[in-house]
């Protein structure tokens, strides 16, 4: 009980920071219910299925509105309301199904989980140093919800692919975080160097 509260709360905590991004955090979780949703099909749980399908169709009409330019944006509220639906309708699969591996459907996490350190600030300063300022923000912000959701989407396919691997799963997880940490070192390094100057100047009025 004490893993369950940690876990649901840290990936409630972990969408919500997701969101300072356009589109970052509704995509992430309109592909984290496909994915649950292919599993829940896959053992033949209609209910679940049809709960995530709704999910899907609510965050894909937000969508329109909030990438790329963030007419609307989810907010505290709307960030951490998914966060908990997600994390609970993934509990109900595992309980209703014990073949499901947890550490499959917490493979699906990977990125937010590890993105809590703000990744996708730092890319956002990368593309400020090399190619932008920080007055382009409204470019920035797009760009970098377009590099960063690769990164946070194959660890999904990968969940669907090991949902009742315990082992794969595992080994999975543990080398997404160890790429994570190595892109995020590289980025912690180039965010450190000021703005290019050409940047600079193309930016002038």
């Given at each position: 009980m004490i893993i369950t509260i940690i876990?649901?709360?840290?990936?409630?905590?972990?969408?919500?920071?997701?969101d300072g991004l356009n589109g970052l955090s509704i995509c992430w979780t309109i592909c984290a219910a496909i994915v649950m949703a292919v599993i829940a099909?896959?053992?033949?749980d209609?209910?679940?299925?049809?709960?995530?399908?709704l999910l899907i169709g609510v965050l894909i009409g937000i969508l329109f509105w909030n990438f790329?330019?963030?007419k609307i944006f989810l907010g505290d509220a709307s960030a951490y309301t998914l966060g908990h639906v997600l994390a609970w309708l993934a509990l109900l699969?595992?309980?209703?199904?014990?073949?499901?591996?947890?550490?499959?459907?917490?493979?699906?996490?990977?990125?937010?989980?590890?993105?809590?350190?703000?990744?996708?600030?730092?890319?956002m300063r990368v593309l400020?140093?090399?190619?932008?300022?920080?007055?382009?923000?409204?470019?920035?912000?797009?760009?970098?919800?377009?590099i960063i959701f690769p990164m946070a989407a194959v660890p999904m396919?990968?969940?669907?692919?090991?949902?009742?691997?315990?082992?794969?799963?595992?080994?999975?997880?543990c080398g997404f975080a160890a790429i994570f940490?190595?892109?995020?070192?590289?980025?912690?390094?180039?965010?450190?160097q000021p703005v290019h100057r050409k940047s600079r100047k193309l930016n002038q009025p």
């Amino acid at each position: 009980m004490i893993i369950t509260i940690i876990v649901s709360g840290g990936i409630c905590h972990a969408v919500n920071l997701l969101d300072g991004l356009n589109g970052l955090s509704i995509c992430w979780t309109i592909c984290a219910a496909i994915v649950m949703a292919v599993i829940a099909l896959s053992v033949n749980d209609m209910a679940v299925f049809r709960l995530l399908i709704l999910l899907i169709g609510v965050l894909i009409g937000i969508l329109f509105w909030n990438f790329p330019l963030g007419k609307i944006f989810l907010g505290d509220a709307s960030a951490y309301t998914l966060g908990h639906v997600l994390a609970w309708l993934a509990l109900l699969l595992m309980n209703r199904h014990s073949e499901i591996s947890p550490l499959a459907l917490l493979l699906i996490s990977v990125w937010p989980i590890t993105d809590m350190l703000h990744f996708y600030q730092m890319v956002m300063r990368v593309l400020g140093i090399k190619f932008f300022t920080r007055a382009r923000w409204n470019l920035t912000n797009p760009l970098a919800k377009i590099i960063i959701f690769p990164m946070a989407a194959v660890p999904m396919v990968l969940a669907i692919e090991f949902k009742m691997q315990t082992g794969a799963a595992f080994i999975a997880f543990c080398g997404f975080a160890a790429i994570f940490v190595m892109t995020y070192n590289w980025a912690f390094r180039r965010a450190g160097q000021p703005v290019h100057r050409k940047s600079r100047k193309l930016n002038q009025p």
